[in-house]
Nanobody, 114 residues
Framework: QVQLVESGGGVAQPGGSLALSCTAS????????MGWYRQGPNNQHPMIAL???????IYGDDVKGRFTISRDNAKNTVHLQMNALKMEDTGTYLC????????WGEGSQVTVSR
């Protein structure tokens, strides 16, 4: 069973920066997307950033120009650099990977407050 292990997050002030990382415990068969969602109510999680097949980065409208996703294939890891943080970025960030099966991490907390 593939596990997604997240690290990073924490507390920052508005305008500050934080970073997240997510590492898969083993290579994911058929991997075609990996990235982050933010936990929302009723299992509706807005997409934050994904790297899809072809190494194409996709961002949610709210984070474009502020967040950068990158991938280290050799380490089965994705990184999310979050700059110019806003209070509305606060939440639990869920690592996501889609291959032959879909995998979710446990979540990392990001808090942006004065």
């Amino acid at each position: 069973q593939v596990q997604l292990v997240e690290s990073g997050g924490g507390v920052a002030q508005p305008g500050g920066s934080l970073a997240l990382s997510c590492t898969a415990s083993e290579p994911i068969p058929g991997l075609n997307a990996m990235g982050w969602y933010r936990q929302g109510p009723n299992n509706q999680h807005p997409m934050i950033a994904l790297i899809v097949k072809g190494n194409i980065a996709i961002y949610g409208d709210d984070v474009k120009g502020r967040f950068t996703i990158s991938r280290d294939n050799a380490k089965n890891t994705v990184h999310l650099q979050m700059n110019a943080l806003k209070m509305e970025d606060t939440g639990t960030y869920l690592c996501y990977a889609r291959g032959e099966r879909t995998h979710w991490g446990e979540g990392s907390q990001v808090t942006v407050s004065r």
